[in-house]
């Protein structure tokens, strides 16, 4: 049992070029979710799916995408990164009912120059 | 729009004293509230989880108080150890989603 796991760990990127950033897991969980950290900021919600087939922005979507792939899998795609963008991104997923655990992948460390 | 203010932002403290985190929010319809771990370049580790109708929870220890009325949360670490230096985050959930606080950053003096 991985719980949620995230790729890449880490990735550079020069201003302009496109990424996704991929997260799964194996909980059977029905909502995901994407987070970015910033220093002093605390985690701020980007996007989140809360079933299978729905999507629905967060605090901070632009500049964002996302898909849902299956139950399992939920990806974030940066169509043109920019500076703004470097970040720890953190996917999490939740079982969607009242008094559920959210639980977090370890991370993808994103640094756009 | 649901507003999450942890104070302090940074604590010391030597061995064995105990650790007093505080959690507010503005909103105060929440469905649960969660503490969670995060170690230096890491990703969040769980630590408890209150729901709406709990005035408390406790893991080892650990004890979490919940006044959803004032919007306040507390979290306690009895007799800190310096594998307890972290930072510790509070964030409350309101229908899907979680607003987090900045977090307090913990250092356990040996």
């Known amino acids: 049992n991985a719980g949620v796991t995230q790729t890449p760990k880490f990735q550079v990127l020069k201003t302009g070029q496109s990424m996704t950033l991929q997260c799964a897991q194996d909980m059977n969980h029905n909502s995901m979710y994407w987070y970015r950290q910033d220093p002093g900021m605390g985690l701020r919600l980007i996007y989140y799916?809360?079933?299978?087939?729905?999507?629905d922005k967060g605090e901070v979507p632009n500049g964002y995408n996302v898909s849902r792939l299956n139950k399992r899998e939920f990806s974030l795609r940066l169509e043109s990164a920019a500076p703004s963008q470097t970040s720890v991104y953190f996917c999490a997923s939740f079982r969607g009912r009242v008094g559920n655990e959210q639980f977090f992948g370890p991370g993808t460390r994103l640094t756009v120059l | 729009k649901q507003e999450v203010t942890q104070i302090p932002a940074a604590l010391s403290v030597p061995e064995g004293e105990n650790l007093v985190l505080n959690c507010s929010f503005t909103d105060s319809a929440i469905y649960n509230l969660q503490w969670f771990r995060q170690d230096p370049g890491k990703g969040l580790t769980s630590l408890l989880l209150i729901q709406s109708s709990q005035r408390e929870q406790t893991s080892g220890r650990l004890n979490a108080s919940l006044d959803k009325s004032s919007g306040r949360s507390t979290l306690y670490i009895a007799a800190s150890q310096p594998g307890d230096s972290a930072t510790y985050l509070c964030a409350v959930q309101n229908d899907y989603k979680l607003s987090f606080g900045a977090g307090t950053t913990v250092t356990v003096r040996a």
């Open positions: 799916s809360a079933s299978e087939g729905t999507t």
